[in-house]
């Protein structure tokens, strides 16, 4: 992408009405017909999805979240035929309820008969996963646009074992390749309407489980452990805590200045900055990448670009940012901390940051895996003072907020 040039999706349009839109009319399927027995036998006549979360109901907050987010036109809830009474206080203006059936299939079913006939991109989820977030909401939706079927969901972290019928290890299960589903899942219209047409003869536990029996690909889209479902008791005591303000917030600082070498390309945030002299340094001296990594690695006890990556080895000469960014990230990922927000400040007299910024966040976000809605970026100068005044080189540096799961 040209830098500059504005965010994907905007490139994506659809006809409509003599106009042209820069998005899919996107329907919400909200399936919370389900009694949770699991969760409790009492929950027959009192649902699991009505329990407070954080003073309201649980399945507020996943409706509210679909609501209020600008990508989405209607929200369909899907609710239990013989408690809608109990079910109308989530009834608003992009909201209608609908009664569901005694599987999770049939309320999927009862749902998609509906949606508006306008829709293009039709999400799914479920009415106990009430952590969801705008931006998981945004990915999802841009993912199903393109690729017609996506879903949200988590590398698997823990160690698999195969039991055998009398409870004893019978093997490991290689975990290298396996994700662990969530919702949202979103699909074209066309190939949801096709999938539920597959539900009396196919048995499958979510919606991309149908997709995928047609032999459509479905693409994963990187999700959060935070994004739970409540299905025990144990599950809510730990969304109250998740909910819980600065519960394992942390907060880490980079910074990061080298001087022109002519001799060098020039890289800021992991993009190639044409006509420009480039940077002496560790690997591709990019300093917004270097910096950034810093304050992932402050923020998760981890050291610095300097531990991780010593200049001293072979394997790191002119290795390029985004590499380092992405091994550095996934490393405190290993240690439970993920990304709420990152803030980048670039110092020097020349280049110009706000014409690289767009490519600069997407480059950046491409590399962590997060949304570009993450990131912000800034140019400052030293107004003529010191080396950096002078045009004698490039300084950065990155303030993080990061949550440890």
């Known amino acids: 992408m040209a830098a500059g040039a504005p965010p994907f999706f905007y490139h994506l349009y659809s006809v409509r009405c003599f106009g042209i839109v820069s998005r899919p009319y996107t329907s919400v399927i909200i399936v919370a017909a389900g009694r949770g027995l699991r969760f409790d036998q009492r929950t027959q006549f009192a649902p699991k999805q009505l329990r407070l979360l954080g003073g309201k109901p649980l399945l507020a907050r996943s409706v509210e979240t679909f609501a209020a987010h600008p990508m989405v036109d209607e929200v369909i809830l899907v609710v ?32 998609l008969a509906a949606v508006s006939h306008q829709a293009e991109v039709i999400v799914v989820h479920d009415g106990v996963r009430p952590l969801v977030t705008s931006e998981q909401i ?45 919702t949202p899942q979103g699909f074209s219209r066309k190939v949801l309407e096709q999938a539920m047409a597959q539900a009396k003869v196919v048995e499958a536990t979510d919606e991309a489980s149908l997709v995928e029996s047609m032999g459509v690909k479905v693409k994963l889209v990187t999700g959060r452990p935070d994004n739970i479902k409540i299905t025990e008791p144990v599950d809510l005591a730990i969304a109250e805590r998740l909910l819980s303000s600065a519960q394992g917030l942390r907060v880490g600082q980079g910074w990061d200045f080298h001087r022109f070498d002519p001799l060098r390309p020039l890289f800021l945030g992991c993009v190639f900055i044409e006509g420009q002299p480039g940077l002496a340094g560790h690997s591709d001296a990019d300093v917004l990448a270097h910096a950034l990594v810093d304050a992932v690695l402050g923020a998760s006890a981890l050291g610095d670009i300097g531990t991780l990556f010593p200049p001293t080895e072979e394997a790191w000469k002119g290795a390029p940012g985004a590499k380092l960014l992405s091994l550095a990230y996934r490393a405190a990922q290993k240690k439970g901390f993920f990304l709420i927000n990152a803030d980048l400040t670039l110092i020097g007299e020349q280049p110009k940051i706000f014409q690289y910024r767009s490519a600069i966040i997407k480059a950046l976000a491409k590399a962590l895996g997060e949304p570009e809605k993450l990131f912000n970026i800034k140019g400052k100068t030293t107004e003529g003072l010191g080396f950096l005044g002078r045009g004698e080189g490039l300084a950065a540096q990155a303030m993080v907020l990061m949550r440890q799961m």
Request: proline share 5%.
């Open 138 to 182: 945004e990915s999802v939706v841009k993912a199903a646009f393109k690729e017609g079927a996506a879903i949200l969901a988590v590398p698997v972290r823990d160690t698999l074992k195969k039991a055998d019928p009398q409870g004893f290890i019978s093997g490991t299960v290689d975990r290298q390749d396996l994700w662990q589903a969530q």
């Open 80 to 111: 239990p035929g013989d408690l809608e009474e109990l079910f109308k206080q989530f009834i608003g203006p992009k909201v209608r309820l609908t009664k569901g059936g005694d599987k999770r299939v049939d309320s999927t079913m009862a749902g």
